[in-house]
């Protein structure tokens, strides 16, 4: 019997198909369903050759498999509805939209949510890219007075999701600064490369403060950059964090690991991680219900998972693909 925990991915666009490819590599998710609207899409054609279960029904094929867990890839107003049908179903939802129907959820910062709430939002990709720093930054200077965050992203990588969810970027983007941070002041920023460049996401994060020794800051962010890198590895801060004249400034960076989407669209690859991650932790807790013979049998599965997984990865030349 397979142990890991079900999970079905509801999306397959470029963001659900990367997706995909890192809940394939986790050796605690099985994943049961790759649902979408489009039956012949590279998405799920990709899928298809991967062995994982398809349906172009959407939402309705959920109706059909045991799930315990549901990505939701699609877009903010489509979760508003699929929120409803998964908790009537007792499927716990990782929603990566902006939609704000569960509580905000940061894997470096409150990992554990699912375990406790049904539904939990990933925030968006500058927040997820930006709020640990910002935590981070109020937690030794209680005197963060505003925030200023602008996010820059290659055109390539902001997809037709994001550009249908822009008021919701901002003002989920602002709210979880606010909530994580304390600071009521924030002001959320959106620029797009639209030139043939096509540089690694990064967010420009400015504060606030009065004084500022910049020196205090340096160990609390050293301990925030390692806690992003164990599952955002391509997470960089950029220089030096520099204070003048009453405002802080860093600049963070990510380069994604270019499963299914290029390199450059850290912003799609680190709300990717945070989802696998959240997911990871919460299939950790379930498994510490199981009678001791089922979790080494667990564990077992899983080795010869990882194990088949990469044989045939190696017999087909590998994932990645750009």
């Known amino acids: 019997m397979d142990s890991r925990l079900r999970v079905g991915i509801l999306g ?114 500058g927040g997820q890219a930006s709020i640990p720093l910002i935590q981070a930054l109020s937690s030794v200077y209680r005197n963060v007075s505003w925030v200023k965050l602008t996010t820059h992203l290659a055109e390539d990588s902001v997809g037709p999701a994001t550009l249908a969810n822009l008021d919701e970027y901002y003002t989920t983007t602002a709210l979880a600064v606010q909530e994580f941070t304390g600071v009521a002041d924030v002001d959320v920023q959106l620029t797009v490369e639209k030139s043939a460049w096509k540089p690694d996401m990064y967010v420009d994060i400015r504060a606030g403060v009065e004084q500022a020794d910049i020196h205090l800051l340096y160990p609390v962010l050293q301990q925030r950059l390692q806690d992003f890198r164990r599952y955002v590895p391509g997470y960089s801060v950029v220089g030096t964090p520099s204070y003048d004249n009453g405002e802080l400034r860093l600049i963070a960076s990510v380069r994604g690991s270019g499963d299914w989407i290029p390199g450059h669209a850290g912003n799609l690859d680190i709300i990717n991680c945070a989802a696998v991650e959240i997911a990871n932790r919460y299939a950790r807790f379930a498994m510490a219900d199981l009678p001791e013979e089922e979790e080494k049998r667990f564990n077992v599965n899983s080795l010869l998972s990882r194990f088949n997984r990469k044989r045939a990865s190696t017999e087909t030349g590998g994932l990645a693909v750009e």
């Open 12 to 125: 397959t666009g470029k963001l659900g198909t990367d997706l995909l490819i890192k809940v394939l590599r986790s050796p605690y998710l099985n994943c049961v369903l790759f649902a979408g609207r489009n039956g012949d899409s590279p998405g799920i054609n990709k899928a298809r050759e991967l062995g994982v279960s398809v349906s172009s029904d959407s939402i309705e094929a959920f109706d059909r498999v045991n799930v315990d867990l549901a990505f939701d890839v699609t877009n903010a107003e489509y979760h508003k509805i699929h929120a409803g049908y998964f908790a009537e179903k007792n499927i716990r939802a990782v929603d990566l939209t902006p939609a704000k129907v569960g509580p905000f959820c940061i894997p470096s910062v409150n990992p554990d949510l699912l375990q406790d709430h049904h539904n939990v939002n990933l925030v968006t990709c």
